[in-house]
């Protein structure tokens, strides 16, 4: 069982926000990806296929947006480098064996903090 962290200060929740500017910026194009449903369902309509329903799709496929931005972070250098600080970390205490397992659970475990930290951040006040 794992201990609450403490809240985070201000000062370093604003360190965090300009680390995730362009996450927070990105705001999928609702207008086209609306144009493109359209045109996806005179499509359909033509091959005599169910129509797509268009707000269902339009937030399905802004979702998916947000989701490859988020991914195109993390897979990023940023996160490469703080990966790379824990896999240094964890290989210079004594006794540990460090193998594919290990590494993949320690770049699960960044993944997971940084998806915590982006939700702190989105909580924060904007005019902080």
């Keep these: 069982m794992t201990t609450p962290r403490p809240p985070m200060s201000d000062a370093y929740l604003l360190r965090w926000r300009r680390r995730f500017a362009d996450v927070l910026s990105f705001q999928p194009d609702r207008v086209a990806i609306r144009a493109d449903v359209l ?4 499509v359909r309509r033509e091959a005599a296929l ?5 707000d269902a799709e339009v937030n399905r496929l802004a979702d998916v947006q947000e989701e490859a931005t988020w991914n195109q ?12 600080r824990a896999v240094t970390r964890y290989r210079s205490r004594p006794g540990h064996n460090f193998n594919w397992i290990v590494g993949m659970g320690l770049g699960s475990c960044v993944s997971r903090l940084m998806r915590e930290r982006l939700c702190q951040v989105e909580e924060m006040d904007p005019d902080a």
């Excluded at 169910?50 to 268009?54: A, M, S």
């Design 39 to 42: 045109a996806r369902n005179a």
């Design 50 to 54: 169910p129509l797509l329903d268009v």
């Design 73 to 84: 972070f993390i897979q990023g250098p940023y996160v490469d480098r703080v990966v790379r």
